[in-house]
């Protein structure tokens, strides 16, 4: 069961979580368009957003899903995949 996850950037307004990438990071999007990325790193002085090409923000969710398949935790594989072919096809 997936949740859906938003965040309210400042100048951008509310964002869509893609999927984790690393630890503490995030790749989110813009709510309707979904044509601006994100890089959202969690740390200790708070957010960061780091702006992404679409082509750099489909390369990290292709990186996520190799991790993910090579780790053999399919049912999240098949969750992103879901969410890769409708993000990015």
Do not use: W
Not at 28 to 48: D, N
């Amino acid at each position: 069961m997936t949740t859906e996850t938003y965040m309210n950037h400042p100048n951008f307004g509310l964002l869509f979580r893609v999927c984790p990438v690393e630890e503490n990071q995030e790749l989110f999007t813009t709510l309707y368009a979904q044509r601006l990325f994100f890089l959202v790193t969690h740390g200790p002085s708070g957010l960061k957003f780091e702006p992404l090409t679409r082509s750099d923000a489909r390369l990290a969710v292709e990186i996520r899903l190799r991790m993910l398949r090579r780790n053999s935790q399919l049912e999240e594989y098949k969750e992103l995949q879901a969410i890769h072919k409708r993000t990015f096809q």
